[in-house]
T-cell receptor, first 116, second 113 residues
Framework: DVKVTQSSRYLVKRTGEKVFLECVQD?????MFWYRQDPGLGLRLIYF???????EKGDIPEGYSVSREKKERFSLILESTSTNQTSMYLC???????????????FGPGTRLTVT | GENVEQHPSTLSVQEGDSAVIKCTYS??????FPWYKQELGKRPQLIID?????GEKKDQRIAVTLNKTAKHFSLHITETQPEDSAVYFC????????????FGTGTRLAVRP
């Protein structure tokens, strides 16, 4: 059973503070993703990674960076938070094996970040 | 890039009735179309998906149809039950690009007992 965990369920930060969100998956998945979820906007991709030390920008990368030093771990970094980064942040992972694996993305429980 | 539009944004049905959610996509190269269900306070979970070489797929009370020519796909839920109440997201992907999904904006389905 795939397990994706996130370091925090709730965070409250002040404007300008640095935030570090960590995601860990235990299924040896190659692909990992960071989304933010806002009412009426659905799930929007911030960054994704196909492999260790590899990263690709998603649809809304501005104000965010990521790090993937180990296969099972993908971190989202907000260097200097702003109020418009208040959101639910979801991590996901999936396998890149096109032959034998499901295409499914497995999501973590989410981190609700509030920036005041 | 890919753009996915989803309608309606909210849907209320009587228990036992059918519910239909529709999505359109812009990139004709997209070849994989999953649907995710997110119950209140929980993480999204895949409920059904369809690949571009198939026109329809069923799994018990849920079915998905795909019209590649018109670039739209739909989720059909029959005999709705209160536990079907959730937010449903459609998505589209070009599978060879490594799983990058573009999601629709979601449909909040309420099933009235």
């Amino acid at each position: 059973d795939v397990k994706v965990t996130q370091s925090s369920r709730y965070l409250v930060k002040r404007t300008g503070e640095k935030v570090f969100l960590e995601c860990v998956q235990d299924m040896d998945h190659e692909n990992m993703f960071w989304y933010r979820q806002d009412p009426g906007l659905g799930l929007r991709l911030i960054y994704f990674s196909y492999d260790v030390k590899m990263k690709e920008k998603g649809d809304i990368p501005e104000g965010y960076s990521v790090s993937r030093e180990k296969k099972e771990r993908f971190s989202l970094i907000l260097e200097s938070t702003s109020t418009n980064q208040t959101s639910m942040y979801l991590c996901a992972s999936s396998s890149s094996d096109l032959v034998t694996s499901s295409y499914e993305q497995y999501f973590g429980p989410g981190t609700r970040l509030t920036v005041t | 890039g890919e753009n996915v539009e989803q309608h309606p944004s909210t849907l209320s049905v009587q228990e036992g009735d059918s519910a239909v959610i529709k999505c359109t996509y812009s990139d004709s190269a997209s070849n994989y179309f999953p649907w995710y269900k997110q119950e209140l306070g929980k993480r999204p979970q895949l409920i059904i998906d369809i690949r571009s070489n198939v026109g329809e797929k069923k799994d018990q009370r849920i079915a998905v149809t795909l019209n590649k020519t018109a670039k739209h796909f739909s989720l059909h839920i029959t005999e709705t039950q209160p536990e079907d109440s959730a937010v449903y997201f459609c998505a589209a992907s070009i599978r060879s690009s490594g799983d990058k999904l573009t999601f629709g904006t979601g449909t909040r389905l309420a099933v009235r007992p």
